[in-house]
Structures are given as structure tokens and as C-alpha cells.
């Protein structure tokens, strides 16, 4: 249990609608060191790493070059059932044309994970990484990372979701969340603040 | 982290219907394989392939298995628990699901009644289900991490549990067979035609199964008070990602290497302590050369003396329901002192080198266990557990 008052503060926000498909493709072209070596399958997921650019971008983070990742930085994301259309498409595959119908490019993103998996593979985020499948708000999943933060088992969250608006519109928010010091001790705005 | 105890458990695997845990653990330390040449669940087609599916009840159809197995196993552990049902009003209840009730889905479009979805495949659908079945009132919540999601399902209630934010929640993992998981392991060639043989130099693959496990983890104070048995506690929890593809694990483990490390450190134990490590051993070639050098990059030297196995080479891998399942493995491993086999393990590796407890049960006191779970998008966890004092 923390033995004392923790501020976490939100330092930096992101969001991205695919309706918006000029800003999500501006902001993938300013992080093309970073995307290079992905290739994007899905809407969802140009959606998402759109928004924690942002997001971070806002906060004043900036990652290190890849293969000196950091695991000081958690992502806690939820999604809604987004992903069943694509199982829908994946399984349709199998259906039409046997097991040979099944698609390699589809399957890895049948579990709703890869989504956040890509996150952290562009932006090299090596700490936690958890999902959690909501029809709701995000705020089970904001409440968890704060928790974490408060219970040092990460010093930066970036926290948020994606969800599916209808008609293959997808949209995600995220929010970078930290401890109220570190932040000032870097300079970082904050947008708001939660004592516990 | 301190004061979570596992008070009960429980659980639905392969292996031929058991009533208690005991029987299931007989089974499972003397060896038994559950994997054996099935047709897949729905699909109509001559192909059979091995995996390990439960045995239900005639009459289930198959996509109410999902629904029924996880009940089954919940009740299970509320049973074992004896926790009242106004203590269940304030627990919470965390389920780990890949793909949740995919057979369902799968019937509506086999059937062609694709339109309109039903509610039952949403991921969030069954902690709502399970929670209002069996009143259940806490804080529900949905994790889907991967292969790793019971085992993040656990940590995570752990958590809550020593932040103090609940004093009782249930906390596992259920998946299902899928012709749907069958077609997409198969294209990525990863399933056995042979055998499951973690470790094994000659090791070609995994075999499929499902299942469904769950905890009951509880604030140490209020078991103490409510006279609960203990069957360990939950020293160290960790989630970490590889940050490096969507479906291979990092070679070189780094992301499982950093979870087994933080785990530890919660803990207050050093490597040498932890006897035992239910491994994530898929018997696939990388994630099993992976598993072997983030133990050895973890434990250093203590590795070599500590035992590793991969009770995935008799119940298969069950998904998102592994992680809970092979951690209520290393809780039995505490309680009964003795650790489960791999089997069908024959011929070593150099790149597998450690102690994989081959083809035969090992008794010795365990003193400290911990369970790791690896998956698709680089997901990693592992999960500490310390034995119980009066043991």
C-alpha cells in the first residue's frame, strides 16, 4: 500500500478519429523513423498509434531511438468489440476457401492485443503492457493505471482505448499520466491532477 | 509485495472429469497426456488434428462451452473458498480471454446469420455473465493480453488485493477450442504433427486446448479472520513487452528476462529461492530457446538448479486460460511437494539446458514457485508465489 500522498497528474493527451484520414496520415509521415519497419493492416491500429503520438508529443516525451528502449513506461489500453470485425473477416476466409482461406496478415490481429502490441513496437515502450476489453468508458482501465503509477510499478502511463464509432470509423484517445514530481522536475504541463 | 494469499482454486482442463483438485493433480503429476487426434469443434472436414478439448456433457452444445466450463470452474473455486454468498456481494472477479466465445460466433456464421452479432462474442461478455450468474458484486473487469492473459488476470487481482483496494477477488482464465484458432495456428505452422515435446531438441510445435481456471486471492488479514486455508502467497507479479513483433517472441527473451526480474524483486527473494518455474513451454523452437535464456538471464547461475517444466505437454495450450491454469500448477507444485513432469521429452537441446523435469514427477519441498506466460505481440508475465508458513 504507498505510505503517502501521491499527485498524478495528465501531461500530455492525444486523440484520432480514421474519419480524419489526412491528420492520422500526417501524423504517421512526422513519426516515419519510428513506423518504418510497420506495416499497418488496419484502421484501428493507424487509429491508436496516431492518438499516443500525440499524446506523447503533448507530454514532452520523446523516446529514444529503437534498440535502447525504455521500461519505464506502461501502456494500459482498452478496446471495445472493434476487433470482431476482423475476426469476422478472418473467419469468413476459412469459411470460403478452407484452412487455406485463412489469412496471415488478419490472424495476428484477431487478438485484440496487437493493437496495443503495436504501440509499443513503434514507439519502443518495453514496460507493461495490458489490454482490457471494455463496452464502456476507459475508466477501469485509467484507474489501473493510475494505480500502477501510485504503486510504483511504472513511472509513466500512457492510457487510454479505441473504440468503434460505426460504419469502420474508428476512434481512440489516449493520455499520458505521471507522478505530479517527475513532471514538474521535466517541466511538463499538467492538464489535471488526482491526490490519493 | 505482501499480505495476498491464494485461499482456493479452481479448475476445468482436459484431462478426464476430476471432482477435486487432488484427483486432477494425481493425474497430471503421474503423467497424463490429454492431447490426442481430434476433428476441430464445428467445421465439418476430414482433418483431424492434435489437440486437447474437454470432454462435456452430451447435449452441450458446442457453443456453450466457453460459458459452461468457466462457471464450472468458478463455482469450483467459490466452493473451495467458502466464502459466503454476502461475502461474494464485495468480491471482485477478473477474467483473461483471447478470444472469448468465439464458438459462438462461429455457429452464427457458419449458419450464415452473420448480421447481427450477438452479445455473447463480445470479449466483455462473460466476467458480465459470470459476475450476475453467480452474484458475484465486486469490480468486474476483462483482460486480454495474449497467451499472458490469465496470468495478467492473477497479477492484476493481486494488486488490488495489497493496494488495498479489495479484499477478495477471483481471478483466471477461460478459452475454447476454435476451428477458428486451429486455421490460424496451422497457417502459421505452428502446430505438432507429431508430439508435444517441449524442450526437446526434437520439438516441432504446439498442440491447442482450452480450459478454464480461476483463484481466489484474499487480503491475508481477512482470510486470517475468516479462518481460510492458504495455499500460497503471491510474492511478485510483473507484465512486460517485448516491444518487437506481432507474433515472435524476442530471441533472446528480454521481455519475459525484465517480468521474472521485477516479479523477483517484489519479493524480497533471491534467485536460489524459487524452486520451481511452471514454464510458459509451448514447444515451439523460439519460444522455448527464448523461455531458457530469460530464465538463465534472470536467475544467472541459480537457473541450472532450479525445475522448469511445461505442463502444456499434457494439457495442451489452453489460450488465455494457460496462464491461470499453470499458476494454480505452481501452487499445487507448494502444497503437495511435488513438481509436475514434461513429457515426451527425449532428446536434449543445447540451446534448452536447464532442468526440465523430464517424463517423470519430481518430489521435493518446493519452497518458492512462479509461473510465466509469453505470447502473441510480445506479452509477457510472470507471477511469484510463495508457499504458505504452516506447510
Known amino acids: 500500500m504507498p505510505s503517502e500522498t501521491m499527485e498524478i497528474v495528465v501531461t500530455g493527451i492525444g486523440y484520432s478519429s480514421s474519419f480524419d484520414h489526412k491528420m492520422v496520415e500526417e501524423t504517421l509521415n512526422s513519426i516515419r523513423q519510428r513506423t518504418g519497419k510497420t506495416r499497418f493492416i488496419h484502421d484501428i491500429e493507424k487509429s491508436a498509434v496516431t492518438a499516443v503520438s500525440l499524446a506523447l508529443n503533448d507530454a514532452g516525451i520523446t523516446f529514444p531511438l529503437l534498440e535502447s528502449g525504455r521500461d519505464d513506461t506502461g501502456l494500459y489500453m482498452g478496446i471495445d468489440d472493434a476487433v470482431e470485425d476482423i475476426k469476422d473477416d478472418f473467419f469468413r476466409g476459412v469459411l470460403g476457401d478452407g484452412i487455406l482461406g485463412a489469412s496471415p496478415l488478419m490472424f495476428p490481429f484477431t487478438s485484440p492485443n496487437a493493437f496495443s502490441a503495436q504501440i509499443t513496437i513503434v514507439f519502443d515502450m518495453r514496460g507493461e503492457c495490458i489490454l482490457m476489453p471494455v463496452n464502456n468508458s476507459f475508466e477501469d482501465v485509467i484507474e489501473y493505471a493510475v494505480a500502477c503509477i501510485r504503486n510504483g510499478y511504472t513511472k509513466t502511463a500512457v492510457s487510454g482505448g479505441v473504440r468503434c464509432k460505426g460504419n469502420n470509423i474508428y476512434e481512440a484517445e489516449f493520455f499520458v499520466l505521471e507522478n505530479a514530481h517527475a513532471a514538474k522536475d521535466r517541466g511538463a504541463k499538467a492538464y489535471c491532477r488526482r491526490v490519493y | 509485495m505482501k499480505g495476498v494469499w491464494v485461499t482456493a482454486i479452481g479448475l476445468v482442463t482436459p484431462l478426464r472429469p476430476f471432482d477435486t483438485i487432488d484427483a486432477f493433480w494425481g493425474a497430471l503429476t503421474g503423467g497424463e497426456n490429454a492431447i490426442r487426434l481430434q476433428p476441430p469443434p464445428l467445421l465439418d472436414t476430414d482433418r483431424k488434428w492434435l489437440t486437447a478439448a474437454i470432454e462435456t456433457e452430451p447435449g452441450l452444445r458446442p457453443e456453450d462451452k466457453f460459458l459452461y466450463i468457466a462457471e464450472a470452474a468458478l463455482k469450483m473455486a467459490i466452493a473451495d ?251 499445487m507444485a507448494m502444497k503437495t511437494s511435488v513438481i509436475p513432469p514434461t513429457i515426451n521429452y527425449r532428446y536434449p537441446d543445447p540451446q534448452c539446458d536447464l532442468n526440465y523435469v523430464p517424463n517423470t514427477a519430481i518430489t521435493t519441498p518446493v519452497g518458492a514457485a512462479m509461473s510465466l506466460s509469453a505470447g502473441f505481440g510480445g506479452q509477457n508475465a510472470a507471477v511469484l508465489f510463495g508457499r504458505p508458513h504452516a506447510l
Open chain 2, 81 to 331: 473458498s467458502g466464502l459466503s454468498s454476502d461475502a461474494l456481494k464485495n468480491t471482485g472477479l477478473i477474467v483473461g480471454s483471447i478470444l472469448g466465445n468465439v464458438l459462438a460466433r462461429e455457429r452464427q456464421l457458419i449458419d450464415g446469420n452473420g448480421q447481427a452479432r450477438t452479445p455473447e462474442a463480445s470479449l466483455s461478455y462473460p466476467v458480465g455473465y459470470l459476475g450476475q450468474r453467480l452474484k458475484i458484486g465486486g469490480q468486474l473487469s476483462a483482460i486480454s493480453t495474449a497467451c499472458a492473459s490469465g496470468t495478467d488476470a492473477v497479477g492484476i487481482a493481486a494488486r488490488r488485493i495489497a493496494a488495498g483496494d479489495a479484499d477478495v477477488v477471483i481471478a483466471g482464465g477461460v478459452d475454447v477450442l476454435s476451428d477458428f484458432a486451429l486455421a490460424g495456428f496451422n497457417m502459421l505452422q505452428a502446430l505438432t504433427e507429431d508430439m508435444v515435446r517441449p524442450f526437446d531438441k526434437k520439438r516441432s510445435g504446439l498442440a491447442l486446448g482450452e480450459g478454464a481456471a480461476f483463484l481466489v486471492l484474499e487480503n491475508e488479514s481477512h482470510a486470517r479472520a475468516r479462518g481460510a486455508k492458504c495455499y500460497g502467497h503471491v510474492l511478485g507479479y510483473s507484465s512486460c513487452a517485448d516491444a518487437s513483433h506481432l507474433t515472435a517472441p524476442h530471441r533472446e527473451g528480454r521481455g519475459l528476462a525484465t517480468a521474472i526480474t521485477h516479479a523477483i524483486s517484489q519479493s524480497g527473494l533471491k534467485p536460489k529461492d524459487i524452486t520451481y518455474i511452471n514454464a510458459h513451454g509451448t514447444a515451439t523452437v523460439y519460444n522455448d530457446a527464448m523461455e531458457t535464456k530469460a530464465i538463465k538471464a534472470a536467475l544467472g547461475a541459480a537457473a541450472y538448479a532450479t525445475h522448469v517444466s511445461s505442463t502444456k505437454s499434457m494439457l495442451g495450450h489452453a489460450f488465455g486460460a494457460s496462464g491461470a491454469i499453470e499458476a494454480l500448477c505452481a501452487l
